[in-house]
């Protein structure tokens, strides 16, 4: 069994998580994933016996479009995607990840540079169990891009991620996850 086969069978016992996929599939955007918290929570649910929502607090979708990184572009992409999953009980966060150091350093008070592709920037989010990102194509097939594999998140490990986020944030993320999945195992240092 490969690791997608493991985590798309993980992944499949979130009935929001797999319909959210669908929808993004429908809304045809450039260079999508579905990532963060939703995919990764949803393995910790299912790993540890929980209720597949338990602790997801939003549903990130990012895509990618540099030909068009205006504040009005993301919002019209924000509200498609919020119109076509206006029926479902979660929030679903999208970002077009070609605008994101235009905001970074106030939200986090360090520079970010542009990411030239979606998986750049997920390869650069605080912890390494949640560098990962799945998507479907049009043909039904799952993509997944996880850079540093998937033995932390199977294996309920939080390391930091060196790449980009500050100490900070990772801490916070850390110690939030941590309180509502206390199986978690937290490392301090690559």
Not at 5 to 31: F, W
Not at 41 to 53: E, F, S
Not at 104 to 115: N, Q, S
């Amino acid at each position: 069994m490969t690791d997608l086969d493991r985590l798309r069978g993980l992944l499949v016992r979130n009935e929001v998580l797999v319909t959210v996929l669908d929808r993004a599939r429908a809304c045809d955007l450039p260079h999508w994933y579905l990532t963060a918290g939703c995919v990764v929570q949803t393995v910790w649910n299912a790993l540890t016996g929980r209720d597949a929502g338990h602790g997801i607090e939003d549903y990130d979708l990012f895509y990618h479009n540099p030909a068009d990184p205006s504040w009005a572009a993301e919002d019209r992409v924000i509200r498609m995607v919020a119109d076509a999953c206006r029926d479902l009980p979660v929030e679903v966060e999208v970002r077009n990840e070609a605008r994101v150091h235009l905001w970074y350093e106030a939200k986090f008070g360090v520079p970010c540079p542009p990411f030239a592709s979606t998986e750049a920037a997920i390869d650069a989010f605080p912890a390494v169990c949640s560098c990962v990102g799945v998507r479907i194509g049009r043909d039904g097939s799952w993509h997944l891009h996880a850079p540093y594999g998937l033995d932390d998140l199977f294996g309920l490990v939080v390391r930091p991620n060196p790449v980009l986020a500050p100490r900070e944030v990772f801490e916070r993320k850390a110690a939030r996850w941590k309180a509502r999945w206390p199986e978690l195992t937290v490392l301090t240092s690559r």
